[in-house]
């Protein structure tokens, strides 16, 4: 009788440290991975991009095949650390939602005028199904543009920004 | 009477058997009981005794429902150790009883047929059809086949040993109430006639009683407004009485009479004492008529203003109440449901369960918070009206009390003709919901053949329906307000005339005048609530058991008290002697018996219908078998834990379901608190990583009803995934692969074939080809096993399989092209 699979055998992440990651002059990266060999415009995806964003790191190559993962980026030398968080900072743009100043409409479309970490900002909702609550207390927002924004626990936001937000949910 | 046919007296025999007085056609049915041994009437008892030789004795003896020529009427089927006598009283020229030799038959068969069986006596030589009867006393005669098959079996060696074997107390008949045979609602699962109002009211109030701290405050409170809200009307009287008329009086008197007219000192009825004491802290003038005036004004504005504040807490401190029974009626149910048996699923539909949760629970707690309030209410508010009439004018109040039961007649004559409307209504408006539920979805098809004009009159026909239901209901409320205006107008008429006349005759005051028609104009209300009452009450009954229902029924598959725990198995499954029925009609089991080793794969071939779900729903034990074990490990299943026999099995459905959430969720959903690694890790090994880091949102991405829009073959293999994170030592396939295409499938066999290593598989699979890692195939024919072998054993036997394979075969041939 053969043993049942061992389940965490079937993923092997890279080891980081033997990881290095630069910047080409085209603004893409570079990643040489621990055997030595060396990729060219490697995209790099969060694939738990809302709940984990600095973990699990899929590196593709141009193809989108994947050349592995990397668990944490903390892992990796301070270099390469550096240049794989800008990018991925540059990937992923969703601003935090520090303070609702007014949330208006009817049927689920909804116009929103809040406050981000990034700058004041309008934007407006097809459906109330675009606000995602996680238990923990975290919104995710999708706007009509499919753009996203976050809100890191809405029990810490002013009453009046509350107020406004839990009409939504 | 002429050309009387002559099977109508058969007939009007069995109409004569209803009691007369009552409802004949709603006769109580009681279940017979189910036994194999029947009181015989005495002269048949005396024919059938006549028969036998000394000491032979009557073993079986049961009564049909039917004659041979189809009318309804009672034959007998007697049986001894020796002999097996029909009594047929159809056939001509009289009762006839058939004798037939046991050691002569060679088996005993039930004939199948459309609403209703034939049991039949086979010989060497020929058989006799020896009883018929409807399905109604069908478990009877499926008791007393096998009975009679063993005395067969023992007067005749050579007789056929295998008895048509039927399944005994599977499945409930949900279509007849159990207790009073009368035909239950498919709608409501509840039978409308055996609903105990009372006891379930009770019942309802015990939900009530753990927030009783606020909800006798607030009934306390309510009887408190009641009485105060009506002093307005009794200080108007005072008003008129000891303010208004003497101060006209006064001032005509002066004006006539120029001297100084003599104004009574003023009475303050009831409330003397307190008036005085108002008046003069506030150092008005008592005797003044003024001052007099603005102290009962203000009395009227406290009163009114009390009663308004007072009503407004007893209003949200039954919202309170109210808002924790449901609650606490919707967990308790909803948490029962997830305890209940799949088979308690099956026979109700989703909408039905889901409309009890929310809509029956929400009408109880209208009924328990609004409802009984007032209908204590209502009855305080009208005995307080009485009680003031009646103090003040016996005989007026009398004269005013005529009306009422004009109102209560019409109230209530309304009410049931207004329901009846709006229960066609309802239905209609249902009807019109129903078209656009099939043709919104259908309407590919529709504009494909070119029905959309076909459709439009389809809907214009509901359309109008509904507007002749609304028009009645418009007929029905147009007549009904004028007509209650003018009952309650009657009653102001009424008051004019006999207190006018008493007044006349002074023996009514102006005021009291004025206070009687103040209260007329409050008893509306009241009547008309508590006439509405028994038709809330009825409601209320028929959602209690629906509500109750769920909550009362046991889960059919449940864990014994000596059930033990599972742990670490090696994955031995063994079935023996399995029978299995979904209702008391066809077994979808026959009789299934055979093993599989451990890390064995087993595939289960057959035809639709052919048994193969049924078999790996008992071993997951959504269902137990009727007959024979099912044992893992050697321990019978029945005899384990649910949640550590579920535990050890993995599931990956046709149609896999994927719950609200991230991908992350649905794929974790088999193993709470599962690490980020193990999740990527069962996604990778269940080829779906690849896709899944596609997505924008990666793991995090929301997929379900309202979520990411998921393919159908990537809904699969999350579901392989969740199959693969469990880990389970038996893994059960239900067509995984069916409803995908073909690139798809050979991926998902790539991740299936990871999946099975070293587990005891069990896989369904309509292309045979995703069973070619299969150890040894099963071919399930009517609840049998057909053949069992090797794929090359069982192509080399020519048989079922060996046919199947070459029809797909062919089949792929003709796709290659």
Known sequence: ?169 | MHGMRPGSSVRREFFRKSPSNGHPAFEKQADEELTTMEEMPEELENRAQALLANGEEIKVAISTDLQFDGTYGKDWVIATDKRLIAFNQNSTPQHQLREISLSSVEAVEIVEMHGNNILKVRMPENAVEVARYSRRVSPKFDLATPELATLVSEANPNAEQEAPHRPQGSGKNKDKCETCGHPIPRWSGVCVNCVEKRKLIFRLIRYAYPFWHVAAPALALMMLIRFVSLYPTYLSKEVVDNVLVPAERAVVGATVTQTGAEIPPPTWGHLSGIVDGIAEWMTLPVAGSWGHLVTLILLMVGFNFFTMSASAVRGYMMAWVGQNITRRLRNETYEHLNALSLDFYNDRDTGNLMSRITEDVARLRDFIANGLQDLIGDSLTLIFICALMFNENWRLALWTLIPLPCLIFFTIFFGQKMSKVFSVLWKRYADISSILASTIPGVRVVKAFARERYEINRFSEQTYQVFQGEMNAAKLWTLYRPIMEFIIFSGSILIWLVGGSQIFGGALTLGQLMMFHGLMGRFFRPVYTLCQMNERFIRAATSADRVFEIMDTPPSVADRKEAVELSNIRGAVEFKDVYFSYDTEKNALNGISFGAEPGEMIGLVGHSGAGKSTLINLITRFYDPNEGTIKIDGHDTQQVKLKALRQQIGVVLQDPFLFQGSIADNIGYSKPGASRHEIIAAAKAANAHNFIVKFPDGYDTMVGERGTRVSGGERQRISIARAILKNPRILILDEATSSVDTETESNIQEALERLVRGRTVFAIAHRLSTLKYADRLVVLKNGKIDEIGTHEELLAKEGTYASLCEKQTELSKIRAW
Do not use: C
């Not at chain 1, 193809?63 to 903390?74: A, R, T, V």
């Not at chain 1, 390469?80 to 969703?94: D, G, W």
């Open chain 1, 1 to 169: 009788m053969q043993e049942a699979m061992q389940i965490t055998d079937e993923v092997q992440f890279l080891d980081a440290s033997k990881v290095k990651v630069t910047r080409s002059a085209f603004e893409e990266l570079i990643v040489k991975l621990p055997d030595g060999e060396t990729h060219t415009s490697v995209e790099a995806v969060r694939t738990f991009p809302l709940t984990d964003s600095n973990k699990y790191i899929a590196l593709l190559d141009s193809e989108g095949e994947e050349l592995g993962i990397i668990q944490d980026i903390k892992q990796l030398s301070r270099n390469s650390e550096k240049v794989l968080a800008s990018e991925l900072q540059k990937r992923y743009f969703m601003p935090k939602i520090t303070k609702i100043h007014a949330l208006e409409g009817q049927f689920g479309v909804t116009r929103w005028d809040v406050e981000t970490n990034r700058g004041p900002v309008q934007f407006g909702l097809r459906t109330r199904y675009d606000v995602v609550t996680l238990d923990s207390g975290r919104v995710f927002i999708k706007d009509a543009d499919g753009n996203r924004y976050e809100i890191e626990n809405y029990h810490r936001l002013d009453a009046t920004s509350f107020a406004l937000l839990e009409t939504q949910m």
